[in-house]
């Protein structure tokens, strides 16, 4: 199974809120999960990632939870600013299977003044 | 350090016609990447090289569909014919050897009438 599940489809947060989007995975052999940031009109870019060795990634107020058990891992947004509205991608890969990303469905986040 | 760049941004054609898009990678990024994104969807894989040979090219529709990439540097793909169905952009990305990271162009909108 290759397919990367993720919710919400959409998400409205108050500007200083918490955002959280989920994804959940089948295949085991993935062992790269990053999440990509994608404004109208741009390509996706990188924002974090995490691999399977660490439960928690943060860097500023981007969080990766990672539950390995579950299959699970999410993104948490603290202090959710307007500038965050955006699109966001879960995805999956396997490193030595040439690293290609297997993406969610997306989650249209909107920050709320 | 320049992006991945891709031409044109924006394409519209009549089904059945032809159309060619160019993708340009960061320097010295050996692997390349082309990525179909629907409307509302995640991007989905369509073709991967690894310098200028393919990697994978499992999702690609064939009969309609061919990618090269010239000298292991600049890509185009083509569809010929075009179907309704087409209408997406199609991202461009590459990496670096040895990393998970994908840098994506801005893509290129294709609208099938």
């Known amino acids: 199974q290759q397919q990367v599940k993720q919710s919400p489809q959409s998400l409205i947060v108050q500007k200083g809120g918490i955002s959280i989007i989920n994804c959940a995975y089948e295949?085991?052999?993935?062992?790269?999960f990053p999440w990509y940031q994608q404004f109208p009109g741009k390509g996706p870019a990188l924002l974090i990632a995490?691999?399977?060795?660490?439960s928690e990634k943060k860097e500023g107020r981007f969080t990766i939870s990672f539950n390995k058990s579950a299959k699970q891992f999410s993104l948490h947004i603290m202090d959710s600013q307007p500038g965050d509205s955006a699109t966001y991608f879960c995805?999956?890969?396997?490193?030595?299977?040439?690293?290609?990303?297997?993406f969610g469905t997306g989650t249209q986040l909107k920050v709320e003044l | 350090e320049a992006g991945v760049a891709q031409s044109p941004r924006y394409k519209i054609i009549e089904k059945r016609q032809s159309v060619a898009f160019w993708c340009n990678p960061i320097?010295?990024?050996?692997?390349l990447y082309w990525y179909q994104q629907i409307l509302g969807q995640g991007p989905k894989l369509l073709i991967q090289?690894?310098?200028?040979?393919?990697?994978?090219d499992s999702q690609l529709p064939k009969d309609r569909f061919s990618a090269e990439r010239l000298k292991g540097v600049d890509s185009t793909l083509k569809i010929q014919p075009a179907k309704l169905e087409d209408s997406a952009v199609y991202l461009c990305?590459?990496?670096?050897?040895?990393?998970?990271?994908?840098?994506f162009g801005e893509g290129s909108r294709l609208t099938v009438l």
């Open positions: 990305a590459s990496s670096p050897a040895g990393t998970g990271e994908l840098f």
């Open positions: 295949n085991t052999a993935f062992d790269y």
């Open positions: 995490i691999r399977p060795d660490v």
């Open positions: 995805a999956a890969s396997v490193t030595g299977g040439g690293n290609k990303l297997t």
């Open positions: 320097s010295g990024h050996a692997t």
């Open positions: 090289f690894q310098n200028n040979g393919v990697v994978d």
